[in-house]
T-cell receptor, first 111, second 121 residues
Framework: GENVEQHPSTLSVQEGDSAVIKCTYS??????FPWYKQELGKRPQLIID?????GEKKDQRIAVTLNKTAKHFSLHITETQPEDSAVYFC??????????FGKGTTLSVSS | GAVVSQHPSWVICKSGTSVKIECRSL??????MFWYRQFPKQSLMLMAT?????????EQGVEKDKFLINHASLTLSTLTVTSAHPEDSSFYIC?????????????????FGDGTRLSIL
């Protein structure tokens, strides 16, 4: 089955800096890669996703890149703000299966 | 957008009791729903895949006789934690997938419920 590795587990940045979180996946059949932001005690919130037919996707301060050959994808947050502080999860799946999550990254943005 | 409702949001009960958690898709039909468990400061771990009208598929290490899943309609799946013990205390969260779309790129996003925090005393 799919296995998703996520790094780093914690990330501290200054407000305004960029943050990058990286994930690798094992199943070459996976073709959907979402990123979720989860605040304490709440549901994961989808912040951006990418499908395997696209190499990069951007939404304002957030971007995701995908390298299918290397089986890794990354989340990039620019101009970080204190409200970006949360736990971020990457995930991977193929059609018809469940999302498999990475272990999460706790992002702390200090002002 | 697609909405998944999960109930209850918080349960505290004594060891040995059974607890039922409901997951409903409010504005779409979900032939497949997924149940996850999340321990504090850990990731979401898939417990089982619930398919409408058929038996659930459990992940390795998840006891099917302890975590009973029923998916009797296209909008409702239930998870019953039987004879719950303190080690079952966790955040349980369900998700539902839109029906498959058309074409090769039919990988649909999963929509999550708000989760149920279960505390067993």
């Amino acid at each position: 089955g799919e296995n998703v590795e996520q790094h780093p587990s914690t990330l501290s940045v200054q407000e305004g800096d960029s943050a990058v979180i990286k994930c690798t996946y094992s199943d070459s059949a996976s073709n959907y890669f979402p990123w979720y932001k989860q605040e304490l005690g709440k549901r994961p919130q989808l912040i951006i996703d990418i499908r395997s037919n696209v190499g990069e996707k951007k939404d304002q301060r957030i971007a995701v890149t995908l390298n299918k050959t290397a089986k890794h994808f990354s989340l990039h947050i620019t101009e970080t703000q204190p409200e970006d502080s949360a736990v971020y999860f990457c995930a991977a799946k193929q059609a018809g299966t469940a999302l498999i999550f990475g272990k999460g990254t706790t992002l702390s943005v200090s002002s | 957008g697609a909405v998944v409702s999960q109930h209850p949001s918080w349960v505290i009960c004594k060891s040995g009791t059974s607890v039922k958690i409901e997951c409903r898709s409010l504005d779409f039909q979900a032939t497949t729903m997924f149940w996850y468990r999340q321990f504090p400061k850990q990731s979401l771990m898939l417990m089982a895949t619930s398919n409408e009208g058929s038996k659930a598929t459990y992940e390795q290490g998840v006891e099917k006789d302890k975590f009973l899943i029923n998916h009797a309609s296209l909008t409702l799946s239930t998870l019953t934690v039987t004879s719950a013990h303190p080690e079952d205390s966790s955040f349980y969260i369900c998700s539902a997938r839109d029906p498959p779309g058309q074409g090769a790129n039919s990988n649909q996003p999963q929509h999550f419920g708000d989760g149920t925090r279960l505390s067993i005393l």
